[in-house]
């Protein structure tokens, strides 16, 4: 089949843009990935807890499945559930692999910028020293309260904030009730709250820091 | 309300997922409770704070890498199942094999090998009728141009496991192999059982005659337009320098990189096969190469995403390099350009500055 790109609009339904591409349409996969990559990035490094080149290999992995397994997907599936399966499996399946090796992958991102020696951990450079120390405290605090939350709280939290997901989706997704989901939703943020209040973060430090990285 | 049913029904309070009737319940309830709003107020702190966290992206390498797979798949998925078929290694192996009989019994020579070969090659060249610049040609003379090509083939060949001490001749090397790349040496290797020049380069044996098939096709018929096919092949290439690079080959990178770049220079992603480029030449510590590639991005590509990193770099390559004065430019470029982000380069303009200064006190 010849691709056109007239097939594909980004008004349909992913499920559509999924059918076009088993029939061999490129652009319907172009429009899907474009359309969830990010959601699903984001959920890997905040799964994992890192941006590196282990978060790539990961998010690469999920679309190849995709691609890969496509012609078994069905359109009576909701093409999202499925995807975000993939994508769950694919960090839950990592932290067991890392818990085992207990070491870290040697893998780097492609074009890491170790050696662009245009690191800059402070996005915002208007920031004084003191306060640009101290952002960098807060998303290294959030990052290990985060890493910290049990798997099933952690993927609960993240599926509603990186993915925004229902609780019906999320309940859906990983197989329990909605009022478990909700319930660990409760308990993360609990967690994370108390987390911020031992270290005594307070609102304005997050609201001057605008932008920091995790 | 009582506490305990505005604590159960806080996290759907919090993502506005309860019935505005029950929401005006909480609402009343916040406004009475002390306790349970700053509960709440804790909670969408924790969420704004979360929020506030810097987005990731993934490098664009990663993007480009995930929708060629896609894009090919797609294309494998288009084709009916005799082409297919047909484009199975196993079935093209086949069909070499017994291309090679019908010629070796059409020839009906046991001569040696050599000899044997580039009559092949002349043969092969006459029947495709390709040879408009043969047609002037005699045959003696056909066949030297073909050995010739075959002598630049075997050298290019020859060449690539040895050349991994001579990073300087990357770049030649790769216009070298192309170069080798003509009918006749593509029949030759096929008779000899050699793997094709890309092939001993690290090429997979499908993309590898799929690139032969475009080399030769454009220089048989320089009319032929077959652009799919030749952007496919430059993704190719530039896929497997990407490999390459994240195996931390990164002389076998340039030498791919650098084919990629010859038949993509027109693609949108050719300042991005450059941008690796100079990144593998930065990588073997080849500032001076890294440098040439560079200047060639902020010249040809000056709305490269990642033209910062570039300037950046090419100021690091000059610093390296000892040419200060260059350097100077790069980070007064960069300084021009991101205002904002002065302190990036703040402390390398003041050293190359104060170099630049002693050099020219001398």
Sequence with gaps: ?214 | MKCSECNEKLVEYLYSDLPPEERRKMDGHFETCERCAKQLSQFQFVLTSFQQLKQHEPHSLVHQRILAHAKDMALKKGRSWLTQLLFKPSTATVVVVLLALSIFYYTRQFTPLGIHTEKVVVKAKGVRGVGEKGDQMSTDEQMISASMREKKAETALSAIPSSSSKIEENKALSERVLEGITPGAQEKLVAESKPSATVSIGMHPEHSRNLIRMVRTLEDNAEVQVPSLQSKDALYAFELGNLYFSQSDFEKAIATYSIALMMGSQEGYASTIRFQLALSYKKLNDCKSAVKVLDEIQKQHPQHPEIDKVIIMAGDCYMDLQAYDKAEINYTNFIHKYPDRKSQVADKLEIVRKFHRVNLSY
Excluded at chain 1, 60 to 88: H, N
Excluded at chain 1, 137 to 159: D, G, S
Excluded at chain 1, 164 to 178: H, M, Q, R, T, V
Aim: glycine share 6%; with cysteine.
């Design chain 1, 1 to 214: 089949m010849i691709t056109d790109q007239k097939n594909v609009s980004n008004e349909q339904s992913d499920e559509e843009l999924m059918q076009l591409y088993q029939r061999g349409d490129e652009y319907a996969f172009e429009t899907l990935y474009w359309r969830h990559q990010y959601g699903i990035f984001n959920f890997i490094c905040h799964f994992i807890g890192g941006s590196g080149g282990q978060a790539e290999e990961l998010l690469q992995d999920v679309f190849l499945k995709v691609v890969k397994s496509g012609k078994r997907y069905k359109p009576t599936a909701k093409f999202t559930t499925w995807l975000y399966q993939i994508a769950r499996n694919g960090c839950i399946d990592h932290l067991r692999k890392m818990k085992h090796r207990k070491t870290t992958s040697l893998s780097e991102p492609i074009g890491s910028e170790e050696e662009m020696v245009v690191e800059s951990t402070i996005a915002n450079s208007n920031l004084s020293p003191e306060k640009a120390t101290r952002i960098s405290e807060i998303t290294e605090i959030l990052k290990k309260a985060i890493n910290a939350l049990p798997e099933e709280q952690r993927e609960v939290f993240l599926m509603r904030e990186d993915l925004d997901l229902s609780f019906a989706e999320i309940a859906e997704l990983i197989g329990c009730p909605i009022n478990t989901a909700k319930s660990r939703m409760r308990y993360a943020l609990e967690h994370l709250r108390k987390t911020i209040e031992l270290e005594g973060i307070t609102q304005s430090e997050v609201i001057e820091g605008e932008v920091f990285r995790m």
